[in-house]
């Protein structure tokens, strides 16, 4: 079981970036899947989820309207689209798997490596 999450970058403040969280190993579509992030000396938290049942989603609500979350089974692929983006959602970005849309970090299973989003002002 892998998860790779990747499309982090550096960006203006305003603008977009779409995070991938590709899987390995096993099919996304049985589990739900969450996007975190963490800040220099903060904690860990989620940013948006996207169900196995339903495919319901939930946001932070730093992000929403702003921040969509969808899934392309046959890519096997979660997206995290990041549109308005703030010098405060900087952090890096990490996508889970777990059984449900928990909001603790305990509620998920397996944790892809992580990827950088910088938002300058």
């Known amino acids: 079981v892998q998860l790779q999450a990747s499309g982090g970058g550096l960006v203006q403040t305003g603008g977009s970036l779409r995070l991938s969280c590709a899987a390995s190993?096993?099919?996304?579509?049985?589990?739900?899947i969450g996007w975190f992030r963490q800040a220099p000396g903060k904690e860990r938290e989620r940013v948006s989820c996207?169900?196995?049942?339903?495919?319901?989603?939930y946001y932070a609500e730093s992000v929403k309207g702003r921040f969509t979350i969808s899934r392309d089974n046959a890519k096997n692929t979660v997206y995290l689209q990041m549109n308005s983006l703030k010098p405060e959602d900087t952090a890096v970005y990490y996508c889970a798997l777990g059984w449900l849309c928990g909001v603790g970090v305990n509620e998920y299973d397996y944790w892809g490596q992580g990827t950088q989003v910088t938002v300058s002002s």
């Open positions: 190993g096993f099919t996304l579509d049985y589990y739900a």
């Open positions: 996207i169900s196995s049942s339903d495919g319901s989603t």
